[in-house]
């Protein structure tokens, strides 16, 4: 699957990851995950359950589509 389609942090946020008085929400971080898991062979996103908030907690898998 081709990366072609996949959106940089930092067009998908609207702001460069670690830059001053800029957070990523949760959802949003999580929804940017899902992006990826859907537009590369490369990362698989697994929701394990949820936080004490009920918020979705993820496990990202990230290698080369061999493994």
């Given at each position: 699957m081709s990366s072609g389609n996949i959106i940089s942090?930092?067009?998908f946020f609207g702001f460069e990851i670690g830059e001053d008085r800029k957070l990523a929400r949760?959802?949003?971080?999580v929804?940017?995950?899902k992006h990826l898991?859907?537009?590369s062979n490369?990362?698989?996103v697994v929701e394990l359950g949820k936080s004490t908030e009920?918020?979705?907690f993820?496990?990202?898998?990230i290698s080369s589509p061999e493994n």
């Amino acid at each position: 699957m081709s990366s072609g389609n996949i959106i940089s942090p930092k067009e998908f946020f609207g702001f460069e990851i670690g830059e001053d008085r800029k957070l990523a929400r949760w959802n949003k971080i999580v929804e940017y995950f899902k992006h990826l898991a859907e537009n590369s062979n490369r990362i698989k996103v697994v929701e394990l359950g949820k936080s004490t908030e009920g918020n979705p907690f993820i496990l990202a898998y990230i290698s080369s589509p061999e493994n």
